[in-house]
């Protein structure tokens, strides 16, 4: 068998293969927040093209995220999710369950019926965030993308974006005329400023919505309303969620 030219490590936050490459990490703290969540149908739901979330304080968030179709399923699909503390990820049991359905029914309860497929806590995963940050997403022939090299909290939704742009611009700079050590070289130039300002802004605002800092729920609550009325906020903030700040002041 020939050899690889490139191995392409795309296993997530909890990557496997970054474990192997201990040199590489600079940071990969566990969040001390998580979530449960799961796939749920939405004919019912009149809001299948917009993704809605409701928050009691900064303790809990439920959202419902519209995913589109699946290969193995007829109709639009929703993601269903609820914050929880990491804590009570791992016992998450039937008498969870009903605490579940209970501050569904106080903070949303017109989402509680999309609900009622769910019987039993093993219909719902768990996720547990990571803040990983690596001194550079290559070492020899392995290459780390998406969550596996810049793992952030769930709060800007730039997952599968940033995991997008680095697949995008992985084939650009292996395309051009050089080496797989210098186009990975490249690579890693051309992602670090645009990941450092996600990485960055992902960390300073969790604390607004998964925590237990009450103050800083109220702050948002009070102030991100208006910013995103603001011309210029508001251009900066559609900038963030469609992932195309490139810097800090451009």
């Known amino acids: 068998m020939a050899p690889s030219i490139l191995i392409v490590a795309a296993d997530g936050a909890q990557s496997a293969l970054r474990d192997m490459a201990p040199a590489l990490v600079r940071r990969q703290p566990v969040y001390p927040w998580g979530a449960v969540w799961c796939l749920l149908p939405g004919e019912c739901w ?87 940050q690596l001194r550079r997403p290559a070492q020899g022939r392995l290459v780390f993308i998406g969550d596996a090299a810049h793992a952030m909290s769930p709060q800007l939704g730039q997952g599968v974006n940033m995991a997008l742009l680095d697949a995008a611009m992985l084939a650009d700079v292996l395309a051009e005329d050089t080496t797989p050590a210098a186009a990975l070289r490249v690579y890693g130039q051309r992602r670090r400023a645009h990941l450092a300002v996600y990485q960055r802004l992902s960390r300073w605002l969790t604390p607004f919505f998964q925590s237990e800092r009450d103050g800083l729920a109220r702050l948002r609550d009070l102030g991100f309303g208006p910013l995103a009325r603001m011309p210029l906020a508001r251009s900066q903030m559609l900038k963030i969620l469609t992932g195309t700040k490139m810097s800090w002041w451009r």
Do not use: C, K
């Open 46 to 132: 009149a809001h299948v093209d917009v993704l809605q979330q409701r928050y009691g304080g900064a303790r809990e968030m439920i959202g419902l995220l519209p995913v589109g179709r699946r290969v193995d399923r007829d109709g639009r699909w929703l993601t269903f999710y609820f914050s929880l503390p990491g804590a009570q990820l791992e016992g998450f049991d039937a008498a969870a369950l009903d605490r579940l359905r209970e501050r569904v029914a106080v903070l949303w309860p017109e989402a509680l019926p999309l609900l009622a497929s769910i019987d039993s806590p093993q219909q719902l995963n768990r996720a547990r965030y990571r803040d990983v």
